[in-house]
């Protein structure tokens, strides 16, 4: 089986990059056992994540549908209203608004990790597109006087561009007041705090269970399944999820929270290792 999985990713690389398969002669050579001596793959493993984004259907479908759970649930909650706060929406903005599945993309064929400077590069061509569904969601909230903040943790220093980005592609409130960027630190309450103190929130978006409460961050695996069962009246009511599986904090399970002092070879053999198989 996992020799199997080893040769399809190899195959996929091969057959969508000719780049990747100029730069990769020594892997098919050694696809019977990768030698990590000469091999110093570091991406390879998101291929098929990074496809599946930007080619299913199925991911589109996805969005469309959270998009209608979300405007559902919108419409029930104005319904329902008895606050005399003005109502407001939290949403992340990465695989919740914006598609940077490109990014992902050169990653793989640069054969390199995430880095600040490059993803910089990226946020500055203010070119991500939206999620199916995201424009046309946030703007009937607006429509309906729900307030949008996006509180993401995209670097302060990227909040030109992204809210360049935001308002290119037709989002409201795309501007200063209304996108939260990391200035301190990733953890988001202090800033959804700062929310709650002026507006009654009656959703949160995102694609990562931090983006909803800071109960999930820096958590194991089984403690991280446990908070989302405890709280899975919230799914899909107050908290709308996105699908994104090229990276998240879930990975810091799969890496036993440790994913920055390790090296690849090491976490090849830990993903490889937490594989249910029979
Ligand atoms: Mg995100």
Same mark, same amino acid.
């Given at each position: 089986?996992?020799?199997?999985?080893?040769? $399809?990713?190899?195959?996929?690389?091969?057959?969508?990059?000719?780049?990747?398969?100029?730069?990769?002669? &020594?892997? !098919?050579?050694?696809?019977?056992?990768?030698?990590?001596?000469?091999?110093?793959?570091?991406? *390879?493993? +998101?291929?098929?994540?990074?496809?599946? #984004? =930007?080619?299913?259907?199925?991911?589109?479908? #996805?969005?469309?549908?959270?998009?209608?759970?979300?405007?559902?649930?919108?419409? =029930?909650? /104005? /319904?329902?209203?008895?606050?005399? !706060?003005? #109502?407001?929406?939290? +949403?992340?903005?990465?695989?919740?608004?914006?598609?940077?599945?490109?990014?992902?993309? %050169?990653?793989?064929?640069?054969?390199?990790? @995430?880095?600040?400077?490059?993803?910089?590069?990226?946020?500055? /061509?203010?070119?991500? *597109?939206? $999620?199916?569904?995201?424009?046309?969601? @946030?703007?009937?909230?607006?429509?309906?006087?729900?307030?949008?903040?996006?509180?993401?943790?995209? %670097?302060?220093?990227?909040?030109?561009?992204?809210?360049?980005?935001?308002?290119?592609?037709?989002?409201?409130?795309?501007?200063? =007041?209304?996108?939260?960027?990391? +200035? +301190?630190?990733?953890? !988001?309450?202090?800033?959804?705090?700062?929310?709650?103190?002026?507006?009654?929130?009656?959703?949160y978006i995102g694609d990562n269970l931090g983006d909803f409460s800071s109960v999930f961050d820096h958590k194991t695996t089984s403690e991280r399944?446990?908070?989302?069962?405890? $709280?899975?009246? %919230?799914?899909?009511?107050?908290?709308?999820?996105?699908?994104?599986?090229?990276?998240?904090?879930?990975?810091?399970?799969?890496?036993? *929270?440790?994913?920055?002092?390790? &090296?690849?070879? *090491?976490?090849?053999?830990?993903?490889?290792?937490? /594989?249910?198989?029979?």
């Amino acid at each position: 089986m996992k020799r199997i999985l080893s040769l $399809l990713v190899i195959c996929i690389l091969y057959s969508c990059s000719p780049k990747i398969a100029e730069s990769s002669s &020594s892997v !098919k050579k050694d696809s019977e056992s990768i030698n990590y001596e000469q091999y110093n793959g570091t991406q *390879e493993n +998101t291929v098929l994540a990074v496809l599946w #984004l =930007q080619m299913s259907s199925e991911y589109k479908a #996805l969005c469309y549908q959270s998009y209608e759970l979300a405007r559902l649930q919108l419409d =029930q909650s /104005l /319904l329902n209203n008895k606050s005399n !706060k003005p #109502l407001a929406i939290i +949403t992340d903005i990465d695989e919740t608004v914006l598609d940077n599945s490109p990014y992902s993309g %050169k990653s793989i064929e640069t054969n390199k990790g @995430f880095d600040y400077e490059s993803w910089d590069e990226w946020g500055a /061509l203010e070119s991500a *597109e939206p $999620l199916a569904g995201a424009v046309d969601f @946030f703007n009937y909230a607006a429509s309906k006087n729900i307030t949008v903040f996006y509180i993401s943790n995209r %670097k302060d220093n990227q909040k030109d561009a992204t809210i360049s980005n935001l308002k290119k592609q037709g989002l409201p409130f795309a501007d200063a =007041q209304h996108v939260l960027l990391q +200035t +301190t630190t990733s953890n !988001k309450d202090e800033r959804r705090n700062s929310v709650l103190e002026t507006h009654d929130v009656v959703m949160y978006i995102g694609d990562n269970l931090g983006d909803f409460s800071s109960v999930f961050d820096h958590k194991t695996t089984s403690e991280r399944h446990k908070i989302t069962d405890s $709280l899975k009246v %919230k799914f899909g009511t107050s908290y709308i999820v996105l699908p994104n599986p090229m990276y998240g904090a879930w990975e810091y399970g799969l890496y036993n *929270e440790n994913p920055y002092g390790i &090296s690849e070879k *090491e976490k090849d053999s830990l993903r490889k290792a937490k /594989l249910k198989t029979y």
